[in-house]
Structures are given as C-alpha cells and as structure tokens.
C-alpha cells in the first residue's frame, strides 16, 4: 500500500499526531504580536554564550527540551531528530543536538527547513521507523547577518525589501497513536483538540533568475506558488478547504508576487493567505521592512499561532508552506540567481 | 507493525532495492586503485563551468542522471531527491539538483552525508511515500579547501594526518518491488544479484573534544566506533557476520583510533573493516597522506567497489558506515571541538 497522492505529495493515513511543539523567541519577536504565545522570550541575545552561534544552538536546544516536555516524554524516548538551520555546515542544529543525544539527521531547506523536519519526521513516525520523532529548526538575527550580510559592527543599511532575521527556534514531537495515549496517561493535557499532519507536499527547486540577496521574497515566491497550485491539485483541494494557507517569510513584497503568479493558474488564495513573516513583527513599531524571515520565522509562528488556533478548534485545516531561498555567500558573490524552494504540510485538528 | 531494531536501528522488512547507482570521479580519484571502475572521469576539474561550486554541481548532476539511466528510468520517474554536500548552505545539491527536476529534500551530515541520504530515501521507499527515490552526495577538492581551509592560492601545508577531499559525486536510486520489475523490464539487465537494503542505524552527535581541523579522522572515529557497536547490537550481529563493515573516510590514522575504541566494548572488526578514505587513492603514489575524505569519498567507494562486489555475489552482506564531521570554519576559528556523527545502512545481496 503506498500514500502516493498526485504527483509530488502524501497523504497519510494512519494518525500522525503533533504531541508537543514549543517556541524559544527572542527579545525582539517577544515585543512583536506575538511575544505573549511565546514558551520562552530570551532578553539576552547571547543566551550566556560566547557567541552568536552558539547562543543559536541554546535556543534549538532549549525548543526541543520544552516540545519533548509538553508532550509529557523525555529526550530519551525521542528516537529520532531532524533539525536543520541557516549557518554554513548547520552548525547550530549540530551543537544543539548533540547534548539531547537524540539520534540526529541534518536536514537543509534554507528557511523552508521545518517544512523539511516536519515531513520527514511525519515519514518515520507514519512508516513505523520511529514511535516518536523531534522536527526542529532554528536562526538568528546576527549569526544569519554575519553568515549572509555583513557583520552587525558594519551598521550597513537595509533596503524596504529586505526582511529581518527571526532570533529564536521551534520544535514539534511527532508521535503515532499508541505515543500519544502513552503521553496523555502521564501528562494529562487538557487541549481541546488533537493535532494531525495529514499529509505533505515536496517542493522543485525553482529559479526565475532573481540574485538580489536583499529580495528574497521575490526569489521564493515562485516556488511558493509551485507548491502550493501542486499541492491543492494532488489533494484535490480548493484554497477555501482550508482556514489557512501560511507561507514562510516572503514578506509584504513576495506577497503580492505569490498572488499574481497564482492568478495565472486562476487561484486566489487571498481571503486564506497569511504570510508567517509579516505576523511576528509589528512593522510600524518594530521597522522590521517587509517582514521576518529565517527558518525560526515559519517555526514560532507554528508553534505560537498556527498549532494553537487548530488546538483550540478556532481552525479545523491549515496548509503550512514554509520557503528557503538556496543561495550561500559564494553563490551571491558569484553573481549566480537563487533558487528556492518550498514545502507544505497539511496539518488538520481531530477529537482528542 | 512498527519496524524499531533496538535502541537506534530500524529493519526493513519489505524489499527496497538499489536499482541503479552511479559514480562520477575527478581526475586524481580516477587514476587511483578504484579509477578503472568509475562511471566517468572527468579530467577538467571544472566540469567545463566558471567556479568550483558549479563545477560539483556538474557532478552531482551527472551522477544522478547516470544513476537513473542505469535504473532504467528517467527523472520525471523519480519521486524524491536526498542529497547533501559539504558547502555553505548546501549549494552544489541545490544547483545541481534544481535541473533535475525532481522534488527535493536537503539533508547533512557532512562526510556521512550518503548515509544519510541513502537512510532517508530507504524510509521513504519502504514507507510508501516514494516508489523511486534518488540518494546522492558530491565533494569537491577545490570547493572545500576554499570552504575549510584555505583557497588552494595560498599553497598551504599539510600535516599527515590530513586527509584529501574527493572531488565527485555519487548517486543511487532507491525503489520497491514493483518499480524494480517495471526496470528490468525496460532495461533487461544482466547483474547476477540484486541489493537490498535491509536496515540502518541512526547515528548519535559524539563530540571527544577533538579541536584539530586537520586530524578529522581523531574526532570521527569515536563517532563511527560508537555506531557500529550499536548497529551490531540491534541487529543482533557479530562483525564476522558481514563480508565487510565499511568506514567513510576515518583514514589510517582514525582507523587506530576506531580499532582501539571498539576493543573496549571486546568488538574486533579488524578482519572485515574497511575504511573507503583508504581505497580511493594509492597513498604511496598519489600524496593523500591519511586517504581520501568529503562527501563523495564513501558515495565513489560504495558504487565502484562495495555495491558491485554484492552485484557479482563476491560478497553478501555490507554494513557502509559513512563518518562525518560536523564543524563549519566559524565554529573551528571560535576554537569549538568538533563534534561528529556515523550512520550505518545495512545492504544486502538477493537473488535476482
């Protein structure tokens, strides 16, 4: 028996339940709209680190410990974990797992990545290869600067189009059936619905030859349409079958990209859209230009707004689609276009 | 039905064959010992493009369609794409994967990178969620001397105990029973076996505090060491129960190291170990000092020696243990130790 939907995604059919999910935020996107859904706001951006990357490592590290808590489990009952991050090598996620000792797989979608985490841990959980499987992902305002911009010490100036680095990392448990009635003896959670992933969509590298590095949204809303027409083709669904259809981070500019570039395949996704970049800031009093971005941007608001609004029945089906622009520093300095790329997974709340 | 083998290993209990693989070696690696075995050489370390990263990119891309050729497919066939690389954000897979076509998971671990590929398409596959998935992983020399080290400009010495980075790529396709038929089919091949893979094992981050950059084969071993024995242990295996337990690129110099960690745990894998950084060169001729490392090192090995030996029945079991080392050149200038990770896949001849 295969899940095969379509022509590029899943549908799953036993239940993969979302049985804990946290969010470690920084000061900033504490004092955005969001700040008060937050389970942790750290003031200090260094988290008592030496440096920027490590301080990045603490907040995955301190996600997954609050996700695999809340859902009444400890690290060693996490057989697996699929964490990813912005830094070159992906050290952030490889620091920050490594003291979970949670066998550990690298995964890379650029700020798509919890796209990434979230399929595949929903592939090991459904395909019995883990009862229980950590999805995670992670950035930072100044390691991302320093890894893709320049140096904070620079003070070098930021065009409208520009987005704005989320500090902080998220982190979900997935489990099968017997994981979560396991976790509901022990913990006793009150939540008034269950959250499952029901399915997902890989994305296609797509490149319509964007290189400016201070517009990512327009590199990445190409893929986000892609995925998002495809996934709605292979699930046989309409935008208005879900109360929500959540890109990534392609801020205010790529918004508008994505709307039109749907058109041209006659969707309108608007009444439904809300981009996860333009949520966890307040523009006007936080001057964040077109939005946050970062792979920890589509994971807070995940973990802070999406998850909650299925948990407490305010939204029943949600299409998450986080993006990644796959650009490095030697790319851009090479004068080559970015490709991107985007995941969606279809989340959906069911009777506890 | 779950498919858990102990504390960390997963067996697969329904057929997922390698129904095609492709090795694409640089100039050096193709006249060492395994040169006459490679798919393609390619003498301009080039690949006829403008930088080095395009240059793996190239490699990538031919190991893949060579690899799909040789399933007898081609790559709209394919449903899934796993590949890793050692650059900053991963941009040889992203460029070299985009003109594929092919839906695209990103995935590290760093010199363990074709484990993890190959683990995660296996998943896939057995899962249902893929009836073809593609596993590959490139290195370059000259990328990655730019990326850890030093531009290759700079004519910087080596200590012995450094390894080479191998310039290629490597790529396998992943499918179930059904796709392997509709194959042989079209392409009437004459191979006496067929392979299986029938487990894996998910490496654990183990960091020994090993801060030396040009001894990666110290700060690897414990890594590999520790998943070995508990591959062993989960599948209830005794070393002799493999023709062969193949390392990534631990060198002459991890090798030691391993032998003597594992003795601790009284394993003796000193019969049928064998370390691939140690065949892909001739170390007397060539100048590699400890062997050949990156990417590509395991992924050229598996698919120019050990993927045939199971092919023509020489051999009948292998368990390939790719290392990798998972620090970037900031967490190496921040002084940081590099922590490290092995993951084991467990293949398997069968009668065609």
């Keep these: 028996m295969d899940y095969l939907a379509g022509k590029q995604s899943v549908r799953l059919k036993e239940p993969v339940y979302i049985m804990g999910h946290a969010c470690v935020a920084g000061k900033k996107e504490g004092e955005g709209p969001l700040g008060k859904y937050m389970d942790l706001v750290v003031e200090d951006s260094l988290f008592g680190k030496e440096n920027w990357e490590e301080a990045e490592s603490e907040f995955l590290k301190n996600a997954g410990e609050i996700a695999i808590r809340k859902a009444g489990k400890t690290p060693d009952n996490i057989r697996m974990g699929f964490c990813g991050d912005l830094l070159g090598q992906m050290i952030a996620s490889s620091f920050g797992m490594k003291d979970l000792d949670i066998p550990f797989y690298g995964v890379y979608g650029a700020c798509s990545s919890a796209g990434v985490a979230i399929s595949l841990a929903a592939m090991a959980v459904h395909g019995g290869f883990a009862d229980m499987a950590m999805a995670g992902c992670s950035s930072h305002f100044a390691s991302a600067e320093k890894e893709f911009r320049y140096p904070l010490a620079y003070g070098n100036q930021r065009p409208y189009s520009a987005t704005w680095t989320v500090t902080g990392a998220g982190a979900c ?118 939005g946050g971005s970062g792979c920890a941007c589509s994971a807070l608001v995940l973990s802070s707004m999406i998850l909650p609004k299925l948990q407490t029945g305010e939204w029943s089906r949600v299409l998450f689609v986080p993006t990644g622009a796959l650009l490095s520093q030697v790319s851009a300095n090479e004068g080559r276009s970015i490709p991107a790329i985007a995941h969606a997974v279809w989340f959906e709340r069911s009777m506890p």
């Design 173 to 290: 448990i997935l489990g099968n059936g017997q994981a979560l009635s396991s976790a509901l003896l022990s913990s006793g959670t009150d939540k008034k619905y269950n959250i499952l992933v029901k399915g997902f969509t890989t994305g296609v590298i797509k490149d319509y030859g964007v290189s400016d590095v201070f517009n990512m949204g327009a590199s990445m809303a190409p893929a986000a349409a892609d995925t998002i027409y495809q996934s709605l083709k292979d699930f046989h669904m309409e935008p208005g079958d879900f109360d929500c259809i959540a890109t990534g981070d392609l801020g205010a500019v790529g918004q508008k990209l994505l709307f039109s570039l749907l058109e041209e395949n006659h969707l309108d996704i608007s009444r439904v859209h809300m981009d996860c970049g333009m949520q966890i800031f307040d523009e006007e009093k936080q001057d964040t230009h077109a």
